[in-house]
């Protein structure tokens, strides 16, 4: 057993001083991520893939009908950005071959039990420890469910003193959050520099240095890229990070490494990033919508009709994939595309 991550931080901030948000929760993640699967019943959380293969299917359905109409360019790559158990991408391939698309798949994934259960679901697919790698010779199909989300963040906080960046340091041996020493006004946008104490904003220099990768790959090489997330599409103030640990909440600060942490994804800063780097934005939706467009009505009513006995299943999971209460809404399903690549369906 590895020592506990809270004993490293704990020794680190006494050494130290406290540590950025954004270094706590980019370790505690990695910590996370690295040693199980946390996704299913069984596990801490369950997402779009896991829910119903409907979500996957339409993926598939999208990347194929946008490969076709750019003309079936030969070779295509298939990229993923942490593909969790593989559910999406065996989904999504199955549907994609089913119209013809039969492409090279290339998954992004740092942790090595979830990499385990990859090779078992998708034999011939190669592995990448981030985008750097990917080849750059063809156009790329890449997809993203839940994986912004789960990029370290920075917060910065308002205080009687100015801006300041929100760090983690130890009292009596828990951690809490507590205001940098150092003056941050100037890593806050002008216009949102006046703000009351206490007024909490996001950035993630994670996600954005990861979009403009996108980005730049789309503009050079030429793809379509879906970006799925819970977040907000409009600037936001206040914390968003939570912990989930068994399918409830917990204190983010309380077990680093032992649960899940997450922000809402800024997807208004995703787009402004992808265009200013040469990619086409086709829009951002809510998931139902997106999912609705896509078909997903007459998907459900199709796999009802082969499994009469799973129907009010079906419909069940065809309700918490789309409807507003559940993931419809807060989830969204943002396309990109490369120049000279068509708009996608659900746009
Ligand atoms: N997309 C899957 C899993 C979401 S969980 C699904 O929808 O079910 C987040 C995934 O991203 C996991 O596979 C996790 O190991 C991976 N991940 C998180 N941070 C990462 C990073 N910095 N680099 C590569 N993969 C990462």
Known sequence: MSEPLSAIFERLIAR?????????????????????????????FITAPEISQMFGELIGVWLADMWFRAGRPAPVHYVELGPGRGTLARDALRAARGQGLDPQV????????????????????????DLASVPTDAPILLVANEFFDAL???????????????MVGCESGRFVPVAGLQPMDIAV?????????????????????????????????GG???????????????STLQAVRAHQKVDPFEAPGEADLTTHVDFAALAGIAQASGCRWLGTVGQGAWLQAMGIDVRAASLARTAPGQAAVIE????????????????K???????????????
């Open 106 to 129: 290339h998954l992004v994934e740092s942790s090595p039990a979830l990499r385990g259960l990859q090779r078992a679901a998708l034999p011939g697919a190669t592995w990448h420890h």
């Open 333 to 347: 399903v943002m396309g990109l595309a490369g120049p000279g690549w068509p708009d996608g369906w659900g746009y």
């Open 224 to 238: 379509a890229a879906l970006i799925v997330d819970y977040g907000h599409d409009a600037p936001r103030a206040g």
């Open 152 to 166: 370290p963040l920075r917060q910065l906080v308002m205080t009687e003193a100015g801006w300041r960046e929100c």
């Open 316 to 331: 069940a999971q065809k309700q918490r994939l789309i409807a507003e209460d559940q993931m419809g809404i807060l989830f």
């Open 16 to 44: 130290t001083g406290p540590i950025s948000l954004m270094h706590y929760m980019g370790e505690a993640n990695a910590r996370y991520y690295a040693s199980r699967d946390p996704l299913g019943s069984g596990g801490d």
């Open 189 to 221: 946008p002008e216009e949102r520099r006046q703000a009351e104490p206490g007024t909490v904003i996001e950035t993630s220099p994670a996600a954005a240095s990861v979009m403009g990768e996108i980005a730049g790959r789309l503009a050079g090489q």
